[in-house]
């Protein structure tokens, strides 16, 4: 991937955007931010920060990278190509055992949204019920999902007779996998079930809550540079928690918002606002008392099956690599301040509006 310019301003800019409605005369920074799946809207704020303007009237541009890709997403930090990226909770970890300088800044999902589902008529119940069955997975890295919620009710793979046949993340293709009965189940994320749902098959999620309260995307960081960058992460991460509280105070809007930017996730509207629903009182509802705050004793929790399944080899002190340093920032706006934005974008879009 070509390297991108990420030079910021600092000395009166960073002053400047730490206050909402920065000058439009600011020279205007700029993040770029490796997500998770750049093309969805079921981690909404990535899309709706930019809708509604919140990164704009912040002085900040913020350039989407294709997450199409099969390099990890720590290089894409190291080599200065990502200032932000997101990292699931074992990537994380690893990259702390092999003492890599990230930082975790903003849990922007407190509740993981990989998880087990069954279809909707499926005999299926609950974990338990998962015996003789194949699992299909939208990429290697769901078998670790699979391990991690067999483990919470002491059962192994081996133990059930689970096969795993990895199935990719086409909707049409999970769901015509789960149709036609080549799988029983299938493990994979938000944007995953959405497109299941988008193609006809209605599913069910049978993981247990226990098994997602873990930070399933977190906003990582290079730390030797979080200095030198600081000014346009305090605006990366206050313009998306903007976007999370809008997702709670006006889920509709929200979801009008975002198909603007990503029509093909509403081709079914009804799937569409769903989506935005279980991502908005789901995988991203706030469950701390600041938006995207850290939460070291959950960070230590999730570690023993990590290391039981062999992902890390020993349990590492969330100290090592948790950041909350730019949690102030992120939390410095109100809700009339959030609702003056989104009210204003629905009074100049109403042709844009889902009735």
């Keep these: 991937m070509k390297k991108l310019s990420h030079s910021l301003r600092l000395g009166a800019l960073a002053a400047a955007v730490l206050a909402y409605g920065a000058s439009a005369d600011a020279e205007e920074m700029t993040i770029n931010f490796m997500p998770s799946n750049t093309t969805s809207c079921s981690a909404f704020p990535q899309q709706t920060a930019q809708a509604f303007g919140f990164w704009k009237e912040l002085g900040l541009k913020v350039n989407l990278l294709s997450?199409?890709?099969?390099?990890?997403?720590?290089?894409?930090?190291?080599?200065?190509?990502?200032?932000?990226?997101?990292?699931?909770?074992?990537?994380?970890?690893?990259?702390?055992?092999?003492?890599?300088?990230?930082?975790?800044?903003?849990?922007?999902?407190?509740?993981?949204?990989?998880?087990?589902?069954?279809?909707?008529?499926?005999?299926?119940?609950?974990?338990?019920?998962?015996?003789?069955?194949?699992?299909?997975?939208?990429?290697?890295?769901?078998?670790?999902?699979?391990?991690?919620?067999?483990?919470?009710?002491?059962?192994?793979?081996?133990?059930?007779?689970?096969?795993?046949?990895?199935?990719?993340?086409?909707?049409?293709?999970?769901?015509?996998?789960?149709?036609?009965?080549?799988?029983?189940?299938?493990?994979?994320?938000?944007?995953?079930?959405?497109?299941?749902?988008?193609?006809?098959?209605?599913?069910?999620n049978i993981t247990p809550p226990?098994?997602?309260?873990?930070?399933?995307?977190?906003?990582?960081?290079?730390?030797?540079?979080?200095?030198?960058?600081?000014?346009?992460?305090?605006?990366?991460?206050?313009?998306?928690?903007?976007?999370?509280?809008?997702?709670?105070?006006?889920?509709k809007l929200t979801a009008s918002a975002c198909r603007t930017m990503v029509p093909e996730d509403f081709e079914n509207v009804a799937v569409g606002e769903r989506l935005i629903q279980n991502n908005a009182y789901g995988m991203q509802l706030r469950r701390t008392q600041d938006w995207g705050e850290l939460q070291p004793?959950?960070?230590?929790?999730?570690?023993?099956?990590?290391?039981?399944?062999?992902?890390?080899?020993?349990?590492i002190d969330p100290a090592k690599f948790l950041d909350s340093s730019f949690i102030e920032a992120a939390n410095d706006f109100t809700t009339d301040d959030v609702k003056k934005v989104i009210y204003a974008w629905r009074d100049a879009n109403k042709d844009k509006l889902i009735p």
Excluded at 130 to 139: E, K, N, R, Y
Excluded at 214 to 221: K, Y
């Design 297 to 315: 004793d959950v960070w230590a929790a999730i570690q023993p099956p990590y290391v039981k399944v062999g992902e890390i080899k020993a349990e």
């Design 210 to 251: 226990e098994v997602s309260r873990n930070p399933g995307n977190s906003m990582t960081i290079w730390g030797p540079t979080e200095e030198e960058k600081r000014p346009a992460l305090n605006a990366f991460v206050k313009g998306w928690a903007m976007a999370q509280m809008a997702g709670t105070l006006d889920t």
């Design 67 to 204: 997450s199409a890709t099969s390099v990890p997403y720590v290089a894409f930090l190291q080599n200065g190509d990502a200032d932000v990226a997101f990292l699931d909770s074992a990537q994380v970890l690893q990259a702390a055992e092999n003492n890599v300088p990230i930082k975790v800044i903003y849990e922007a999902y407190q509740f993981a949204p990989e998880g087990i589902v069954v279809p909707a008529d499926s005999p299926i119940q609950g974990l338990a019920d998962l015996h003789d069955v194949t699992i299909g997975l939208a990429s290697d890295r769901d078998l670790v999902t699979t391990i991690v919620a067999m483990d919470s009710i002491g059962k192994t793979l081996e133990d059930s007779n689970i096969k795993t046949v990895v199935v990719g993340d086409s909707g049409p293709v999970m769901a015509a996998a789960l149709s036609n009965k080549s799988i029983d189940a299938f493990a994979g994320g938000s944007a995953d079930r959405a497109g299941i749902e988008a193609a006809g098959v209605q599913i069910r």
